[in-house]
């Protein structure tokens, strides 16, 4: 509960580490641990909520720097219906943006109607989801098929987060990509972005 301290830690390893190495070394095992940690018991919500509040205005805040060049190709970033947690979402949003993508962050819970209208609207190439807890929604499958039935075959989706391991059969139903690190994220976009230029 302490965010003075966690805040100033922070800020001091995104100058020591650089930003990619501090999200990838730092803030990926530190998510993990702080879930691990909220599910055993060992801290509060009210702490889990304080320090996952101050690594997403920590991660928004290294992302900033990296202006959007006209053009760029537009990524939309989401949590389905019941996926309250963003973290992972944030770091897909903040790893995009540094590799010149353009980004729409629309943040937790979202219906899959809302996040197929923002990537129509913004004419984006992908949908970047995160699903981290629960694994075992019986409705994401669901969700997942009326996304992939509410955007144009152009549009790619990939999937990230803990639990997307768990949703594997469905992602591959709708033609989704599992993405299981910040590397493979990178290489995704990467491939999408020549896609489009091919």
């Known amino acids: 509960l ?3 301290a966690l805040s100033k830690v922070l800020n001091r390893a995104t100058v020591s580490l650089g930003i990619s190495k ?7 095992p530190l998510i993990e641990r702080i879930g691990t940690a909220w ?11 304080a320090a996952s509040a101050l690594i997403k205005e920590v991660l928004f805040m290294t992302s900033r720097p990296f202006a959007e060049s ?3 190709p537009n990524l939309v970033v989401a949590t389905p219906t019941g996926q309250l947690h963003e973290l992972g979402a944030v770091l897909v949003s903040c790893t995009a943006r540094r590799d010149g993508w353009q980004v729409t962050y629309l943040g937790p819970s979202l219906p899959a109607a809302e996040i197929a209208r923002a990537a129509i609207r913004n004419q984006s190439l992908a949908v970047g989801l995160s699903i981290v807890y629960p694994s ?3 409705q994401l499958p669901a969700e997942l098929l009326q ?3 509410s955007l144009p075959d152009k549009v790619s989706i990939l999937i990230g987060g803990r639990s997307a391991g768990y949703y594997k059969e469905a992602a591959k139903e ?3 990509k ?3 690190d910040l590397a493979v994220l990178t290489l995704e976009l990467d491939k999408i972005r020549n896609r489009r230029s091919s």
Request: aromatic share 2%; charged share 25%; no cysteine.
């Open 147 to 149: 996304l992939r039935q």
């Open 2 to 4: 302490d965010s003075s």
């Open 70 to 72: 006209t053009g760029a």
């Open 178 to 180: 599992i993405v299981t």
């Open 174 to 176: 709708i033609g989704a």
């Open 39 to 49: 599910k055993s018991g060992e801290i509060s919500i009210g702490e889990e909520h």
């Open 22 to 28: 501090f999200s990838a070394d730092l803030i990926v």
């Open 136 to 138: 075992d929604d019986p």
